[in-house]
């Protein structure tokens, strides 16, 4: 009885999600009429290319979040700066993106079954996914339905989070997109994957010593600043595994990022990291419902976007 109760309210939030989704004109099926193989032909692409390339999934995953957060999910982290336009990707804040060439292949590969109907903004939601679960991560199913945006600015990129933030800071900047704290602890989780190189971190290195710092681990970071400021430091110890070994991090004063040890050092985010670091089946949970709403972030509708047919360039 109990069950069948816990059933129907679990019912009933697929379904108000689901309006979510409907109302910005996305849905789970949205390629089932006009492009039935689509989710199969770009998740076998993204496989095949992270199993040649494991490192590529962190560069995926990063892509979508860089392309949600300015403008919304629309793709406009693909377009190519032209001669009288500077794109986001150009920006020193792309902070080293990667994958790039998967979604131009995933593209290709759609485009010869259905031209014209598959958006790159979806292929590029799509990729994340199967990147995470390529990775050893949750498998989850996100909407489909955003289109392309023609607008991608240089400058639009402040609206990306600097390394350097502190956690009341990354609260109140992902509570802009409507995420709680907790979410975005979640979504930080994606650091369980993939580098950041020293000029992302150097900051911490100089200067007062940054008490929320390990001395050892102040070391290690050191070390691979000595070759340089685009020298890559993992994130955690199993860099091409989606685990929950990245919240170790902080709690031993050993995160990367500033940002990464901030969410211990705040009282309003370090339970998050304690209870994701013990239970890796929460963390999972939480941050695949977190990476659904992030995909769903300002999506273009109808005439308001449109379905590109070179990833890189508007129509
Ligand atoms: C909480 C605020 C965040 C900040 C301040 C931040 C900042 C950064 C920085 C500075 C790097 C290293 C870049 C480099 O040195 O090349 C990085 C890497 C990365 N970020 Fe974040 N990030 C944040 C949230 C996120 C989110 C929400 C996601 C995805 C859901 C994400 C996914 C990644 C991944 C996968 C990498 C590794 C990329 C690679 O190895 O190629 N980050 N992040
Ligand atoms: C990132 O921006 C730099 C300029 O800051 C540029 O040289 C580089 O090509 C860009 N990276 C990508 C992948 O577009
Ligand atoms: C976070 O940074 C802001 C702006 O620099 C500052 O006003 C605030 O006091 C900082 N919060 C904490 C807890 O350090």
């Not at 692409?45 to 560069?59: E, I, N, S």
């Not at 982290?77 to 990667?98: F, G």
């Not at 990147?131 to 949750?138: I, Q, S």
């Amino acid at each position: 009885m109990v069950i069948a109760k816990l059933f129907v309210v679990f019912l009933l939030l697929q379904m108000m999600s689901g309006f979510v989704f409907r109302a910005k004109g996305l849905s789970m099926g949205y390629y089932i009429m006009s492009c039935p193989m689509a989710e199969l032909i770009v998740r076998n692409t993204v496989t095949r290319a992270l199993q040649a390339d494991p490192t590529l999934a962190a560069g995926l995953i990063r892509m979508h979040f860089h392309d949600c957060f300015i403008e919304g999910c629309d793709a406009s982290i693909l377009l190519d700066s032209t001669k009288d336009n500077t794109a986001e990707k150009d920006s020193p804040a792309n902070l080293s993106l990667r994958g790039y060439e998967v979604i131009d292949a995933a593209k290709a590969e759609v485009e010869k079954k259905c031209p014209g109907v598959v958006s790159c903004a979806d292929i590029v939601a799509m990729a994340s996914t199967y990147a995470v679960f390529a990775a050893g991560g949750p498998v989850y199913d996100i909407p489909k339905g955003r289109k392309d945006g023609r607008r991608s600015k240089i400058e639009d990129t402040r609206n990306l989070p600097p390394p350097t933030l502190n956690a009341s800071e990354l609260i109140t900047m992902f509570g802009q997109h409507g995420f709680t704290a907790q979410e975005m602890v979640a979504l930080s989780g994606a650091h369980t994957l993939g580098v950041a190189r020293c000029s992302s971190f150097k900051n911490r290195l100089s200067g007062t010593v940054d008490p929320n710092l390990d001395s050892g681990f102040a070391k290690q970071l050191a070390k691979t600043c000595s070759a340089g400021d685009n020298t890559e430091q993992s994130f955690d110890a199993t860099r091409n595994i989606f685990d929950n070994v990245y919240f170790n991090g902080p709690q031993r004063k050993a995160g990367v990022l500033s940002s990464d040890q901030t969410l211990f050092a705040s009282a309003r985010t370090r339970n998050k990291i304690n209870a994701y670091a013990f239970n890796q089946a929460m963390f999972f949970l939480d941050f695949q419902q977190a990476m659904v709403k992030m995909s769903t972030l300002d999506v273009k509708e109808g005439s308001k976007g449109e379905v590109r047919k070179d990833c890189r360039k508007i129509n």
